[in-house]
């Protein structure tokens, strides 16, 4: 396994078009998590997944954002009618967590949306 | 609420140069602390960490140190590199039980090292 894995890694998309993008997680880990980096920004939470349990989402993800992870394994994060607003770099991490304790969080290489 | 500040970029440094980039942080209790790295083109790496008061965290010849006292936890680095152009971001994860585990971060200092 060679880390997290995100697809596609760029996405030019029109305005109000639906949008997908995949995350594969390290195999063993079984925490999920999806952030948004917009440019000179720190990463800002969207969604944290245990196995296949979305336990929560932040209060920027609007009711056109969608995440699933229905296996526990690959997640996917759909953007509905997509805005200008939302072009930003989509990260994905995951770590592994038991009884209190966690790995770090390992990172995928993004995938950048940009909205025309 | 949990938050983490760090000195703006961008900085700019000599190769060999001694490099500081200061990281403050709010929260309750003893937050686990790290440092990642973001090369140009490529996704978040995670540099050092701490995860108790006075640990110090190193790699790569970059160290911080976790000061509960200053609720600091500041990266150096003796000399730097070219390759050590990124851009660092502070990042902390709060503690207590039943948390998510979710990052919170700061806004990133960008580097840049000339030759």
């Known amino acids: 396994d060679t880390g997290v894995s995100q697809d596609p890694r760029h996405k030019i998309t029109k305005r109000g078009q639906n949008v997908t993008f995949r995350c594969d997680p390290i195999?063993?880990?079984?925490?999920l998590y999806w952030y948004r980096q917009t440019l000179g920004q720190g990463p800002e939470f969207l969604t944290y997944f245990q196995n296949e349990a979305q336990l929560e989402k932040s209060r920027l993800l609007s009711d056109r954002f969608s995440a699933e992870r229905p296996k526990g394994s690959f997640s996917t994060l759909e953007i509905q009618r997509t805005e200008q607003g939302d072009s930003a770099m989509y990260l994905c991490a995951s770590s592994f967590g038991r009884f209190g304790t966690s790995t770090e969080a390992f990172f995928g290489q993004g995938t950048r949306l940009t909205v025309v | 609420g949990n938050s983490v500040t760090q000195m703006e970029g961008p900085v700019t440094l000599s190769e060999e140069a001694f490099l500081t980039i200061n990281c403050t942080y709010t929260?309750?209790?003893?937050?686990?602390l790290f440092w990642y790295v973001q090369y140009p083109g490529e996704g978040l790496q995670l540099l050092l960490k701490a995860t108790k008061a006075d640990d110090k965290g190193s790699n790569k010849g970059f160290e911080a140190t976790y000061r509960k006292e200053t609720t600091s936890f500041h990266l150096e680095k003796g000399s730097v590199q070219v390759s050590d152009s990124a851009v660092y971001f502070c990042?902390?994860?709060?503690?207590?039980?039943?948390?998510?585990?979710?990052?919170?971060w700061g806004l990133g200092t960008s580097l840049a090292v000339n030759p």
């Open positions: 195999s063993e880990h079984n925490r």
């Open positions: 929260a309750t209790g003893y937050p686990s």
């Open positions: 990042a902390l994860i709060p503690s207590g039980a039943g948390n998510n585990r979710k990052l919170i």
